[in-house]
C-alpha cells in the first residue's frame, strides 16, 4: 500500500501545477495585469463549482466520520460573506477584472474539460471522487504560497482583497489534503484493489487543472507557454 500511494504522489509531482509555464510566469512576473485578470476570469469557473465537488463526493460517501470531514470542507467553502468564490471575486477585481467580466465570462475549451473532469470524478465512486478532490487540494498550499510570494514582489500587490483567497488555501487545503490522505490511504489498505482507480481519478483530476492553464496560456498568447 504504501508503495502505491507512493505512485500516487509521483503522478501528482510529475504533473504539479507549479510546474506548468502559467505559474512559472507568475512567478517570474512576466505575466501582465490582463494575463492575471483573464486567468481570473477563467479560473472562477472552477472555483465557483468546487463547493459542489465536494458536496458530491459527500453524499456519495457511505462513511458517517468521513462525512462530516468533507461537510467541514464545504462549510469552508461556502459559509459566510468571506465564502471561498467571493474571496476569488475579490482577487480578480484587484487584477482588473470586474465581477460582471468574471460571471459573463465565456469557458474556454480547457476550462470546460476541468470543471467536466471534476465533475465526473466526483459523482463517480466516492473514493476516485475523493482522490480527485486530494489531487487538487493537496498541491494548493505550496502553490498558494507561491502565488502570494510573486503578488507582494512581481506585481505590487498586498492588499487583503489580492491575497485572501490565496492565504486561506494555504492554510486551509494543508488540513484538508492531510483528512483526505488518511482517508483514502485506510481505504486502500482495506481493499488495495482501489489502488488503480484512485491512481486514474488522480491523474485525470491533474490533467484538467493543467489544461485550464493550458487554455489561458492559448487564448492570451503567453510566450514562457510556447517555449515550454
Request: net charge negative; aromatic share 8%.
Amino acid at each position: 500500500m504504501n508503495t502505491f500511494w507512493s505512485e500516487i504522489e509521483a503522478v501528482i509531482e510529475k504533473k504539479s501545477l507549479l510546474k506548468h509555464p502559467f505559474y512559472q510566469a507568475w512567478t517570474a512576473g512576466t505575466l501582465t495585469r490582463e494575463d492575471l485578470a483573464h486567468y481570473a476570469q477563467q479560473y472562477y469557473k472552477q472555483e465557483a463549482r468546487f463547493p459542489r465537488f465536494v458536496s458530491a463526493v459527500h453524499s456519495n460517501t457511505p462513511d458517517l466520520a468521513t462525512r462530516q470531514m468533507l461537510l467541514e470542507n464545504l462549510t469552508h467553502e461556502e459559509a459566510g460573506a468571506d465564502n471561498h468564490p467571493e474571496l476569488w471575486l475579490r482577487f480578480a477585481e484587484t487584477v482588473g477584472a470586474d465581477r460582471a467580466s468574471v460571471l459573463g465570462a465565456e469557458a474556454h475549451a480547457g476550462t470546460t474539460k476541468c470543471v467536466e473532469t471534476f465533475d465526473r470524478l466526483s459523482r463517480g465512486s466516492w473514493q476516485a471522487g475523493l482522490a480527485a478532490l486530494y489531487a487538487y487540494e493537496a498541491q494548493q498550499p505550496a502553490v498558494a504560497k507561491t502565488k502570494i510570494e510573486g503578488l507582494k514582489s512581481k506585481y505590487g500587490l498586498d492588499s487583503k482583497n489580492a491575497l485572501g483567497f490565496f492565504s486561506v488555501h494555504e492554510t486551509m487545503d494543508a488540513w484538508h489534503s492531510a483528512s483526505e490522505k488518511q482517508v483514502l490511504v485506510a481505504e486502500l489498505e482495506k481493499n488495495p484493489a482501489l489502488g488503480a482507480e484512485m491512481k486514474a481519478a488522480v491523474s485525470d483530476a491533474c490533467d484538467a487543472l493543467n489544461a485550464l492553464l493550458d487554455g489561458v496560456c492559448e487564448a492570451r498568447g503567453i510566450m514562457a507557454c510556447a517555449t515550454a
